[in-house]
């Protein structure tokens, strides 16, 4: 199986699905990360937080765009190797677009031809009304899904491709039952907990946008704590399906026949998250 991410930033892939796709990796898929954008401009909370010191360090300050976003690369090479993602496609676009951009789109079909991916993950399309890059991000890799699948040999030089299913993520909706806003939640979640480390160690690495240390700990512990609460888990990342599920019977889940609706609420609160990984103090 082949597990394919389309994200508008460099940590998008590691803080809304890190987990999902280190057990992916340790089953031994395929797992690629498709990030359109170097992003340099956001949340440069190193480079901000270094102007407002009485000694600012002078290679920080004067840092240009090219020196951040290698910096942010880097980053994002050091998280993949937790996490086990098998291969990182940079776009490297600036990451300051306002609209869909029909260059990106083609891009984004360019790489889709070439990975063939029988699992595409990407942000749920939110605010659709005013500007959002993760927002935008979605639409284009949907445009580039449907450019390629039109795709014929004789004129494009490649087959037409067709993704098998398209799980989004951010969707912040977790009830437990599928009638509370007439259906519209997160329907599918993975439990995380086996992997809770990796994804940890993974957004340790990027400090240069203040996601390491605590913070990392407080997403986790929060976000992926409350879906984990729905799934009956310590830590679970929720998903949103985009195409119906065709069974061959009605599916009933390993998860679904050991849930105790009675005991479980003690079975998903036996990590301390802060403990087992304490931040590292600065050298």
């Known amino acids: 199986m082949k597990v394919m991410t389309i ?37 440069p909370n190193k480079y901000a937080e270094e102007w407002r010191k009485e000694n600012p360090d002078p ?22 190797e937790h996490i086990g993602i098998s291969k990182l496609i940079l776009l490297d676009y600036d990451d300051n677009y306002s609209t869909v951009q029909e260059d990106i789109v083609n891009r984004i079909a360019e790489e889709l031809s070439k990975e063939r991916p ?12 005013i500007h959002n890059p993760h927002t935008l991000a979605t639409q284009m890799a ?57 994804k940890v160690r993974a957004m340790d690495e990027f400090k240069s946008q203040g996601y390491s240390g605590l913070f990392a700990r407080k997403l986790i512990e929060s976000f992926n704590g409350e879906y984990g609460r729905a799934a009956g ?6 998903f949103y399906r985009v195409y119906n599920e065709t069974h061959d019977h009605l599916p009933l889940t390993e998860a679904a026949k050991r849930s105790d609706l009675l005991t479980r609420h003690l079975t998903y609160s036996t990590m301390n998250l802060r403990a087992m990984y304490p931040v590292a103090e600065e050298s």
């Open 7 to 43: 994200y508008a930033h460099p940590a998008d892939t590691i803080t809304n699905c890190g987990g999902t796709l280190a057990l992916h990796a340790k089953r031994g898929d395929e797992v690629v990360a498709l990030i359109l954008t170097h992003g340099g401009r956001l949340h």
């Open 59 to 80: 290679a920080i300050v004067q840092a240009g765009l090219e020196d951040i976003a290698l910096n942010k690369r880097r980053e994002l090479e050091r998280a993949a």
């Open 118 to 129: 029988d699992v595409v993950i990407c942000d749920y399309p939110m605010n659709p009304a």
């Open 142 to 198: 949907f445009a580039a899904l449907s450019k390629v699948s039109l795709y014929l040999r004789n004129l494009d030089g490649h087959e037409e491709f067709q993704v098998k299913q398209i799980f989004l993520t951010t969707l912040p909706v977790s009830p437990m039952d599928g009638l509370s806003l007439n259906g519209l939640r997160n329907d599918v979640f993975v439990d995380i907990t086996p992997v809770v480390g990796e």
């Open 233 to 238: 888990v310590n830590y679970a990342e929720g």
